[in-house]
């Protein structure tokens, strides 16, 4: 089974593939690296909760959905790790004060309606509808009956009951030409028939109430939540990356096993070393396996001034502190693939590090006259 490195988590390919459906992106690639992110930052909190042994109880939200062990352990981790300072008045004060238009009542309106269907879905079924309501829409501006009047006995919107009242109406409560109609409309002015799906509707705008600006004191609460949140999800992030950088260092900090399972990481540089002399027994171990590379290490050293042993464990330090993931991907799938995963491990280290240098070429030869 193939698996890749994200943050210092080994994760198999198959989770990994389940996971991306979760995060939609604009290519394949940025999927795939928004996933391995997500599921490693899982295991790294989950492994945190473990080592610090939180044991939560599970919470509900306010549709009494129950949070499953692994959500609460990594809430337990975040609650612990992240604390933040309530925002002071007058940081709630410099945010009300910056952006004067986002603190606003809703803009209203008050509006009555007379819907006229059609009986039938064919055009003239829609054309007979619009004559009764263009009729309807004379009758109103010659004064020859009320709003009210009309609105109950030709409406067929449930509202007929109510002379054709709508109430209050805030943006988007209408269907959009319906809106729009409503918008340019005067209080107290008679709209010409206009269709939406549901007919025609002849519109009455009775007042319009406009926004106004609420006081501090009414948005500060609003605020003070905002800027809480703001500030925990900013502290939230530095401490999971924190957390990802110190695996990334490690080396394979964990693994995730196929049914998301997570473990110790299978192994790590620092272990590659300390076991059974590694560092020591590579250089003979290249000789058999790998000569060209054996005498390069030898000549590097040499010429570093270092022992072959020294020169492969400052190599090692070189990789952990660059290596990206892609990299620890590799490194993983030679020590699944050897007989010995850590001199085949260090034999890759020294291959990226000890590359022959590219021949160079002159294109144009000069000559001397």
Not at 143 to 159: I, M, N, V
């Amino acid at each position: 089974m193939r698996t890749l490195v994200f943050d210092g988590v080994e994760i198999p390919e198959a989770l990994l593939a389940q996971e991306v459906q979760n995060h939609p992106a604009p290519s394949a690639a940025e999927a795939r690296a928004a996933a391995g992110h997500a599921l490693a930052i899982r295991a790294l909190l989950l492994q945190e909760g473990r080592n610090q042994g939180l044991a939560p109880v599970a919470e509900q939200d306010a549709q009494g959905r129950e949070e499953t062990p692994d959500e609460a352990l990594v809430r337990a981790v975040l609650d612990n790790a992240v604390q933040v300072a309530p925002p002071t008045e007058a940081e709630c004060r410099r945010v009300y004060d910056a952006e004067p238009g986002r603190f606003m009542t809703t803009p209203l309106s008050e509006a009555s309606h007379i819907l006229v269907e059609p009986r039938g879905t064919d055009e003239a079924a829609f054309d007979a509808a619009h004559a009764i309501a263009r009729r309807l829409v004379g009758m109103l501006r010659d004064r020859q009956a009320t709003f009210t009047e009309l609105a109950h006995d030709w409406s067929d919107c449930p509202s007929s009951a109510a002379g054709g009242a709508l109430g209050q109406l805030r943006p988007g409560d209408l269907a959009a030409e319906v809106e729009a109609a409503l918008a340019a409309l005067q209080p107290g002015e008679i709209s010409e028939p206009v269709l939406s799906r549901f007919g025609w509707h002849v519109l009455r705008l009775e007042r319009r109430i406009d926004p106004v600006r609420l006081p501090f004191e009414a948005v500060e609460p609003r605020i003070r939540r905002h800027l809480e949140s703001r500030a925990w999800t900013a502290a939230a992030a530095r401490y999971v990356a924190d957390l990802a950088a110190t695996a990334r260092a490690s080396g394979v900090a964990l693994s995730i096993a196929s049914d998301g399972e997570v473990r110790e990481g299978c192994a790590t540089l620092g272990d590659f070393l300390d076991a059974a002399g590694a560092a020591e027994r590579l250089q003979p171990w290249l000789k058999a396996a790998d000569p060209a590379l054996a005498a390069r290490l030898g000549e590097a050293a040499a010429a570093a001034g270092l022992s072959a042993e020294t020169f492969v464990r400052e190599a090692v330090a070189g990789f952990v502190a660059e290596a990206d993931d892609e990299r620890w991907t590799n490194l993983i799938s030679t020590a699944r693939d050897a007989e010995d995963p850590a001199l085949a491990c260090l034999a890759t280290v020294l291959r990226s590090k000890l590359a022959p240098a590219k021949p160079a070429y002159t294109l144009i030869r000069r000559v001397a006259s």
